[in-house]
């Protein structure tokens, strides 16, 4: 298990990047808009683990809403398991409470979001490329 990505709920994109990949000199390996999630997103790998930067594409779904309450800031931390299903029911066996079912992106990457209350404050995202010898960016 490692840390896959730490992500960044942002206003501007492009402001973060000014950021991001200007004055700190991170690369960004992908940018791209994931509709079903209803945000644009880049990604700036940082040896294994990115730093992923999340813009909402509406500022009423989750992550406007979070901006608007909480502010820019960190929104999730992500870890890649090799079997999510096997990971879900060993935290739902230890009485974790799940924020959303197990999703998968077109890619076949599958990923789940555990809540906040069960992981002391840190919405805690699950993680498992279609293939474990590749790091998809998804
Ligand atoms: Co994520």
Request: proline share 6%.
């Amino acid at each position: 298990m490692h840390i896959h990505h730490i992500a960044i709920a942002v206003k501007d994109l492009d402001a973060a990047l000014e950021f991001y990949r200007d004055a700190l000199g991170v690369t960004v390996s992908k940018r791209h808009t994931v509709p079903a999630e209803g945000v644009e997103v880049a990604f700036l790998p940082c040896g294994e683990t990115k730093v992923e930067l999340l813009q909402p594409l509406d500022p009423n779904n989750g992550i406007g809403r979070f901006i608007e309450k909480r502010g820019e800031g960190i929104h999730h931390l992500c870890v890649q398991v090799e079997d999510i299903e096997a990971t879900v029911a060993q935290l739902q066996t230890a009485g974790a409470r799940l924020a959303t079912e197990i999703r998968a992106h077109p890619d076949g990457t599958r990923y789940a979001f555990v809540h906040p209350k069960s992981t002391h404050g840190v919405l805690l995202e699950l993680y498992q490329p279609p293939d474990l010898t590749g790091f998809e960016d998804l």
